[in-house]
């Protein structure tokens, strides 16, 4: 037994009337327009973060704070500082790519880590400060 690849269905114009009163005409498997899907039905799957962004015109580009990581490697917390010059530079890659949500997301840590690397710079050269005067006026 093999199964037929026609069936009947109902398109508008052609039509012929069976005993029920319901228009139908017998078409095959090839012969079938489809409509085109919507974008939001094409996958299931979660989609890149190129794919679901969108970026008003005059939103521009995402900030990497490149300035500011590099400000921050002359502090005396270099590991931190480091990192933050590297997030910055990913930052400014991805948004040549055309990755705004992975650009914002690694320059706002870089602006993070540079911040903190700033303010525990300025901790440390106060305190060395401080106990370099104060070593010299009690001897």
Known sequence: LRG????????????????HGLAYKSVSVGHLEVAPLSPSRLS????SSTATSTVAPDQGRPRDYLVLAIFSCFCPVWPINIV????????????????????????????????VSIVLGTIIIVLYISISVTGNISS
């Open 4 to 19: 037929s690849k026609s069936f009947t269905a109902a398109l508008p114009g052609e039509t012929e009337r069976n005993g």
């Open 84 to 115: 933050a010059l590297v997030f910055s530079i990913m930052s400014r890659n991805s948004g040549q790519q055309g990755d705004v949500d992975g650009a914002r997301r690694l320059g706002r840590m870089a602006r993070l880590l540079s911040i």
């Open 44 to 47: 299931l799957g979660r989609a």
